[in-house]
């Protein structure tokens, strides 16, 4: 009965913290209160070297006319590498450029970045040794040389020696402020309708854009859709949750043949009250039913007792945790379907044994 009631207890401490888990996990991830499913829609150019808004004001109301669609805003690309391509003497190159607030790397020559440059958006620019001698031989010539990045001439200040950060460094605060306009419109944001399935319609949408979409001829559209992946990190956690409760469920089995093993013992300290039965007219029947009986009544009661010390356990453990946990009609008929199984397993074969003994032994 102890190892039932240990087992079920850990098995429903488990399910309701996963449970409770999942849900707060959902809920974050949703973050919106509205009954409308967000779908992100993306454009993939064919050139990846384009540079230019990906969706139109035209797109926004071509996608608005399908049916589902509540309403589309654009999402703008919030960057923090850039590859741009540079005429230099030797040819073309293309440069990655990193956006941060100092360099990482060791300055050769030239200085880094202060927090002035940071705070008066200075254009300014540190660049690997590799670039500044594609740009002149003697590399310290390159300071004070004027970069031209997305329209903007940046100022070379220092020089490092190997950037694992890319090969041109710059404020991130300057180029946010001098780019703002020209960041890449990369993908929309649409809200479907209540009542409809949010992969119908964005589907419809990727239809629409690719007969009709501004850049349909320079790319390919696609569909993010977020119910999607939210019903995928359920399934995720759903399926661990079980996996950690099975591993724990594994000791009811354990504890199923200790309770075979008690009824054995009661059968054969009970011959006595079993020949009277069957003096009086009990058949074979009703001295398994008997025993069947008692199994079950052992079992679940040891099922019910687990599962209210498990959710006790999980709910004092959920007040340390950023999230609660509550009863559901999942984990009762967890507990009580377990032990009612246990309960008939375990229990066959000793009330098969009491239910063949024989009377004349019995009274002999």
């Known amino acids: 009965m102890l190892g039932i009631v240990i087992g079920i207890s850990s098995v429903i401490t488990i399910l309701s913290l996963g449970n409770g888990f999942q849900k707060y996990t959902i809920k974050n991830l949703t973050q919106t209160s509205s009954k409308a499913v967000n779908v992100e829609i993306d454009f993939s150019p064919n050139d990846f070297g384009l540079i230019q808004n990906y969706f139109n004001e035209l797109d926004l109301h071509l996608v608005e006319s399908v049916p589902g669609v509540s309403k589309a805003n654009?999402?703008?690309?919030?960057e923090t590498n850039i590859m741009q391509t540079f005429q230099f003497q030797n040819g073309k190159y293309t440069k990655a450029i990193m956006l941060g607030k100092s360099s990482q790397s060791p300055i050769i020559c030239g200085r880094n970045f202060t927090l002035m440059d940071s705070n008066s958006l200075s254009k300014v620019a540190i660049i690997s040794k590799d670039t500044a001698e594609e740009i002149s031989k003697n590399f310290k010539d390159v300071l004070g040389y004027g970069l031209p990045i997305n329209g903007e001439f940046y100022e070379v200040i220092g020089i490092v020696n190997n950037s694992t950060f890319g090969d041109i460094e710059i404020p991130q605060k300057?180029?946010?402020y001098y780019n703002t306009q020209k960041n890449n419109i990369s993908s929309i944001d649409i809200a479907v309708k209540s009542g409809y399935k949010p992969s119908k319609v964005a589907n419809a949408v990727v239809k629409k854009l690719t007969q009709d979409g501004s850049m349909a001829t320079q790319g390919t559209y696609s569909t993010l859709d977020m119910s999607s992946i939210l019903d995928g990190v359920s399934k995720i956690l759903s399926t661990l949750t079980f996996f950690i409760s099975g591993v724990a469920g594994i000791s009811l089995l354990i504890a199923g043949v200790g309770v075979m093993n008690m009824m054995y013992t009661s059968v054969s300290e009970r011959t006595q009250e079993i020949g009277v039965r069957r003096a009086m007219g009990a058949t074979r029947g009703d001295i398994r039913k008997q025993f069947m009986a008692e199994g079950l009544v052992l079992t679940v009661s040891s099922g019910l007792i687990g599962y209210a010390i498990g959710f006790l356990v999980a709910f004092i453990i959920s007040q340390f945790l950023p999230f609660k946990v509550s009863p559901t009609l999942f984990t009762i008929s967890i507990a009580v379907g377990t032990t009612?199984?246990?309960?008939?397993?375990?229990?066959?074969?000793?009330?098969?044994?009491a239910a063949r003994k024989d009377l004349?032994?019995?009274?002999?």
């Open 74 to 78: 654009y999402n703008k690309a919030k």
């Open 174 to 176: 300057t180029y946010q």
């Open 360 to 364: 004349v032994d019995i009274l002999r």
């Open 340 to 353: 009612t199984i246990l309960g008939l397993l375990f229990s066959i074969a000793p009330a098969n044994l």
